[in-house]
C-alpha cells in the first residue's frame, strides 16, 4: 500500500478533512451549489491548459527535431477552436474565485454569464460544429504519423493528463455546457429558497436562457453540416 510521507508543515498547511466538512456545513445551500461550481470550473479550465500548453504548445514549435509532427491545417483543424474557449473560461473562473474567497450572499452569479455571454456565444458554436471534424482529423493523424502517435502516448503519460487520450480530454467542452445548465438550475432553485426577491434570481433565468441559446446554436450548426455533408453524397 503506497503511503504518503507527511510532516508538521505540511499537515498545517493542508486543510483537513473534518474542516472541509465543517466549512460545508457552515455553507448556506445556495454557496454550497456555488462552491460546486467553482470546482467544476478549475477542473475544466485545467483540462484545457492541459491540452493547449501539453499538446498543442510543443505541436506549434517550428524548431521541432525531425520537423514539425503536424502541418499548419491539420493542427488548425484539431485546435483551432478551442483558445477562444480557454480565453473566456478563465476569465470567468477568476471572477468565481474571487466571489468565493470573498463570499457575500448579495454576489450575482448570473450576471458572470451574462457579462460573457457574447464571448460564450462565439466560442462554443464554431468547436460544437466542427468537434467530429477536429476529431477524425486527430484520429487519422494518429493512425497514418508513427511520430505523432509517439508524441500523444508520451503527452498521455503525463500527470497533468490524468493518462487520458486527447481525444477523450478534447470531449470536455462538449460536456460542459450541460453541466453549467444542472448547476445554475440548482442555484436558481436554492435562491428561490432561501431568499424569494434575491436580485440574482432574475440573473440566473437569464443566464441559464442564454447558456441553453449558446448550446443549442451550436447543435443548430451541427446538425445543420451534418445534413449538407450527407445531402453531398
Given at each position: 500500500m503506497l503511503q504518503v510521507p507527511t510532516n508538521d508543515a505540511n499537515q498545517e498547511r493542508s486543510p483537513s478533512i473534518s474542516s472541509i466538512i465543517q466549512d460545508l456545513r457552515s455553507m448556506s445551500p445556495r454557496q454550497r451549489v456555488f462552491?460546486?461550481?467553482?470546482?467544476?470550473?478549475?477542473n475544466f479550465v485545467s483540462v484545457l491548459k492541459t491540452i493547449l500548453h501539453v499538446f498543442k504548445r510543443p505541436l506549434d514549435d517550428p524548431n521541432q527535431i525531425g520537423g514539425q509532427l503536424l502541418n499548419q491545417t491539420e493542427l488548425k483543424i484539431i485546435f483551432g477552436n478551442l483558445p477562444p474557449i480557454f480565453e473566456v473560461h478563465v476569465k470567468m473562473l477568476e471572477l468565481f474565485n474571487k466571489a468565493q474567497n470573498n463570499w457575500t450572499d448579495n454576489f450575482s452569479i448570473g450576471n458572470v454569464y451574462l457579462q460573457f455571454a457574447d464571448d460564450l456565444l462565439k466560442?462554443?458554436?464554431?468547436?460544437?460544429?466542427?468537434y467530429e471534424d477536429s476529431k477524425n482529423m486527430l484520429i487519422k493523424c494518429e493512425n497514418q504519423n508513427p511520430r505523432f502517435y509517439?508524441?500523444?502516448k508520451v503527452c498521455q503519460s503525463k500527470p497533468e493528463s490524468g493518462r487520458q487520450h486527447l481525444a477523450d480530454l478534447m470531449m470536455h467542452p462538449i460536456q460542459r455546457l450541460p453541466r453549467v445548465i444542472l448547476l445554475l438550475t440548482d442555484i436558481l432553485k436554492q435562491t428561490k429558497k432561501?431568499?424569494?426577491?434575491?436580485?440574482?434570481i432574475a440573473q440566473l433565468e437569464a443566464a441559464l436562457n442564454k447558456i441553453k441559446e449558446v448550446r443549442f446554436i451550436g447543435?443548430?450548426?451541427?446538425?445543420h453540416e451534418t445534413v449538407k455533408f450527407s445531402s453531398a453524397y
Amino acid at each position: 500500500m503506497l503511503q504518503v510521507p507527511t510532516n508538521d508543515a505540511n499537515q498545517e498547511r493542508s486543510p483537513s478533512i473534518s474542516s472541509i466538512i465543517q466549512d460545508l456545513r457552515s455553507m448556506s445551500p445556495r454557496q454550497r451549489v456555488f462552491s460546486e461550481l467553482v470546482q467544476t470550473e478549475t477542473n475544466f479550465v485545467s483540462v484545457l491548459k492541459t491540452i493547449l500548453h501539453v499538446f498543442k504548445r510543443p505541436l506549434d514549435d517550428p524548431n521541432q527535431i525531425g520537423g514539425q509532427l503536424l502541418n499548419q491545417t491539420e493542427l488548425k483543424i484539431i485546435f483551432g477552436n478551442l483558445p477562444p474557449i480557454f480565453e473566456v473560461h478563465v476569465k470567468m473562473l477568476e471572477l468565481f474565485n474571487k466571489a468565493q474567497n470573498n463570499w457575500t450572499d448579495n454576489f450575482s452569479i448570473g450576471n458572470v454569464y451574462l457579462q460573457f455571454a457574447d464571448d460564450l456565444l462565439k466560442a462554443y458554436p464554431p468547436y460544437v460544429n466542427f468537434y467530429e471534424d477536429s476529431k477524425n482529423m486527430l484520429i487519422k493523424c494518429e493512425n497514418q504519423n508513427p511520430r505523432f502517435y509517439a508524441f500523444l502516448k508520451v503527452c498521455q503519460s503525463k500527470p497533468e493528463s490524468g493518462r487520458q487520450h486527447l481525444a477523450d480530454l478534447m470531449m470536455h467542452p462538449i460536456q460542459r455546457l450541460p453541466r453549467v445548465i444542472l448547476l445554475l438550475t440548482d442555484i436558481l432553485k436554492q435562491t428561490k429558497k432561501e431568499k424569494p426577491d434575491h436580485k440574482d434570481i432574475a440573473q440566473l433565468e437569464a443566464a441559464l436562457n442564454k447558456i441553453k441559446e449558446v448550446r443549442f446554436i451550436g447543435l443548430a450548426c451541427k446538425k445543420h453540416e451534418t445534413v449538407k455533408f450527407s445531402s453531398a453524397y
